[in-house]
C-alpha cells in the first residue's frame, strides 16, 4: 500500500517549462518586448518551485552602452536568480508592462535536457555571450533551445524562403523615441534591410510567442502545438504603449525638403547681387547631414559590427558636403569664397553619383530604406547647381 502511494504521489510530480513574454514599456530600453524560459515544479496543479532565466541581462548601467554597441559587440549574460513572483515585480509593476506565460508541450526528455542546457548556461563560466540584436538575444537565445530540443521542428516549420519583411520594416524598439528613430535610420545599415524567413525573425519577443503556436510536435494522442495559448500573469496599468514602425524619418525629410525648396527659390531670387539666401541653403543642409555623412563614415572604417559598417548612406550623404560650409558662411556674410568655382562641378558630381544610386536601388543593387533620404539628397543636388550656376553669373 506505502508503494502503491508513493507511486501515485510522483506521478502527480512534475517539471515544466513555460516561455515567459514581457510587453514593450515606455522606457527606450524596454520597446521591444523581453523574452524569457521559466522551469516549473508543480504538485499537482500547485506550483512548488520556480526558477526564471533571463537572457538580457546586462550593465544597463553603463552610460557609454549605446555607443559601445555600434562599434563593437557587446556582452549580455544569462541570469537565472529570479523567480517569477521576482520578475513580476520587476518587469510588470516595476515598469508597468504585461507579462504572459505559455506551457511549452515538451516530452519529459526534451524538458529534461532544456532545463540542464539552461542550468549549465548559468554557470558563472557560461553565461556571458556575445549579443546580436538580430542573432543573439534574449529571444533568439531562447527560439533557439527550443528548435535544438525539438529536432529542428521550429526552423524547419518556419524557415524556409525569405518573405519580404525586413528588421528595418519590424523596427517598432524606437516608436515614441524621435531621436534614436533617426539615429537608427541613418547609422544602420544593410544587413538590417534584407528579407528574412519566419525563423529568423522570431527575435522579436511578440512574434516569438505568436509563431511557437504554430509549430507542431508529437503528442500522445498525435500531433498538438508546441506551446499553450498565453496566459496573461499582469496587465499594464495605465494606457497603452503604442508600438509601431516610426516616421520620424519621413517627417524630418519632408520638413528638410520645404526648407530647401524656399531657401532655394529665395536664393535663385538674390542672387547673383546678395547671396545670404544661398549661404543659408548650403548650411542648412551641409552642418547636419556634412556630419551625418562623416559619423557613417567614421563607422565605416573603425565599426566591427556589420549593421553598421556597411551603409548606403555613405553615398547618399557624402562626408565631402562639410566642405561647403566655408563658402556657406562666406555667402552669409555676403563675400565671396575662392571655392566658388568649384561648386557648379561638385553640384553636378554629387547630382551625378545620387542618380546612379537611385537606379541601382531601383534595380535592386541597393536596397536601404525609407528611400527618401535619397530623394531629398538628390533634390539637395539640384539646389546646389542651380544657385551655384546662378552666382557664377557676376
Same mark, same amino acid.
Given at each position: 500500500?506505502?508503494?502503491?502511494?508513493?507511486?501515485?504521489?510522483?506521478?502527480?510530480?512534475?517539471?515544466?517549462?513555460?516561455?515567459?513574454?514581457?510587453?514593450?514599456?515606455?522606457?527606450l530600453l524596454t520597446r521591444s518586448g523581453h523574452t524569457a524560459l521559466m522551469v516549473a515544479e508543480l504538485d499537482g496543479e500547485v506550483l512548488q518551485s520556480n526558477r526564471v532565466y533571463n537572457y538580457g541581462d546586462?550593465?544597463?548601467?553603463?552610460?557609454?552602452?549605446?555607443?559601445?554597441?555600434?562599434?563593437?559587440?557587446?556582452?549580455?549574460?544569462?541570469?537565472?536568480?529570479?523567480?517569477?513572483?521576482?520578475?513580476?515585480?520587476?518587469?510588470?509593476?516595476?515598469?508597468?508592462?504585461?507579462?504572459?506565460?505559455?506551457?511549452?508541450?515538451?516530452?519529459?526528455?526534451?524538458?529534461?535536457?532544456?532545463?540542464?542546457?539552461?542550468?549549465?548556461?548559468?554557470?558563472?563560466?557560461?553565461?556571458?555571450?556575445?549579443?546580436?540584436?538580430?542573432?543573439?538575444?534574449?529571444?533568439?537565445?531562447?527560439?533557439?533551445?527550443?528548435?535544438?530540443?525539438?529536432?529542428?521542428?521550429?526552423?524547419?516549420?518556419?524557415?524556409?524562403?525569405?518573405?519580404?519583411?525586413?528588421?528595418?520594416?519590424?523596427?517598432?524598439?524606437?516608436?515614441?523615441?524621435?531621436?534614436?528613430?533617426?539615429?537608427?535610420?541613418?547609422?544602420?545599415? %544593410?544587413?538590417?534591410?534584407?528579407?528574412? &524567413? @519566419?525563423?529568423?525573425?522570431? *527575435?522579436?519577443?511578440? $512574434? !516569438? /510567442?505568436?509563431?511557437? =503556436?504554430?509549430?507542431?510536435?508529437?503528442?500522445?494522442?498525435?500531433?498538438?502545438?508546441?506551446?499553450?495559448?498565453?496566459?496573461?500573469?499582469?496587465?499594464?496599468?495605465?494606457?497603452?504603449?503604442i508600438v509601431s514602425p516610426s516616421l520620424a524619418t519621413w517627417m524630418l525629410m519632408f520638413t528638410v525638403f520645404v526648407v530647401l525648396s524656399i531657401l532655394g527659390w529665395e536664393a535663385r531670387k538674390e542672387l547673383?547681387?546678395?547671396?545670404?539666401?544661398?549661404?543659408?541653403?548650403?548650411?542648412?543642409?551641409?552642418?547636419?547631414?556634412?556630419?551625418?555623412?562623416?559619423?557613417?563614415g567614421i563607422l565605416t572604417i573603425f565599426s566591427t559590427v556589420p549593421e553598421v559598417k556597411y551603409n548606403e548612406m555613405l553615398l547618399v550623404l557624402p562626408l565631402t558636403d562639410l566642405v561647403l560650409l566655408a563658402?556657406?558662411?562666406?555667402?552669409? %556674410?555676403?563675400?565671396?569664397?575662392?571655392? &566658388? @568655382?568649384?561648386?557648379?562641378? *561638385?553640384?553636378?558630381? $554629387? !547630382? /551625378?553619383?545620387?542618380? =546612379?544610386?537611385?537606379?541601382?536601388?531601383?534595380?535592386?543593387?541597393?536596397?536601404?530604406?525609407?528611400?527618401?533620404?535619397?530623394?531629398?539628397?538628390?533634390?539637395?543636388?539640384?539646389?546646389?547647381?542651380?544657385?551655384?550656376?546662378?552666382?557664377?553669373?557676376?
Open positions: 500500500m506505502l508503494a502503491c502511494l508513493f507511486v501515485a504521489a510522483s506521478a502527480q510530480a512534475r517539471t515544466e517549462i513555460h516561455l515567459i513574454t514581457i510587453g514593450p514599456g515606455d522606457h546586462a550593465d544597463f548601467d553603463n552610460k557609454l552602452m549605446p555607443v559601445q554597441a555600434i562599434f563593437s559587440y557587446i556582452h549580455f549574460f544569462l541570469s537565472s536568480n529570479e523567480t517569477l513572483d521576482e520578475a513580476v515585480r520587476i518587469y510588470g509593476y516595476g515598469q508597468a508592462r504585461t507579462m504572459s506565460h505559455q506551457k511549452l508541450n515538451l516530452s519529459d526528455d526534451q524538458i529534461q535536457r532544456l532545463r540542464k542546457r539552461l542550468e549549465s548556461d548559468a554557470l558563472p563560466e557560461n553565461r556571458e555571450y556575445i549579443y546580436h540584436h538580430l542573432e543573439a538575444s534574449c529571444a533568439t537565445k531562447a527560439r533557439d533551445l527550443i528548435d535544438e530540443v525539438t529536432g529542428g521542428a521550429v526552423r524547419e516549420q518556419l524557415g524556409g524562403p525569405t518573405t519580404d519583411t525586413t528588421y528595418q520594416d519590424m523596427n517598432w524598439a524606437f516608436s515614441g523615441h524621435a531621436g534614436p528613430a533617426l539615429a537608427a535610420t541613418f547609422f544602420f545599415g %544593410r544587413p538590417n534591410h534584407h528579407p528574412h &524567413d @519566419r525563423y529568423y525573425g522570431l *527575435y522579436d519577443s511578440r $512574434r !516569438l /510567442s505568436e509563431g511557437l =503556436l504554430e509549430v507542431d510536435v508529437p503528442g500522445p494522442d498525435g500531433p498538438r502545438a508546441l506551446s499553450d495559448t498565453p496566459e496573461i500573469i499582469v496587465e499594464r496599468q495605465g494606457p497603452p504603449v547673383p547681387r546678395k547671396t545670404r539666401s544661398a549661404g543659408f541653403l548650403l548650411g542648412a543642409w551641409a552642418l547636419p547631414f556634412g556630419l551625418a555623412g562623416l559619423f557613417v563658402p556657406a558662411v562666406q555667402w552669409f %556674410r555676403q563675400r565671396r569664397s575662392r571655392l &566658388d @568655382r568649384f561648386l557648379a562641378p *561638385y553640384a553636378v558630381a $554629387r !547630382l /551625378s553619383l545620387l542618380s =546612379l544610386y537611385l537606379a541601382g536601388w531601383a534595380g535592386g543593387l541597393f536596397i536601404q530604406r525609407p528611400i527618401v533620404i535619397a530623394l531629398v539628397s538628390w533634390w539637395f543636388s539640384l539646389m546646389l547647381l542651380s544657385v551655384a550656376r546662378r552666382s557664377a553669373d557676376t
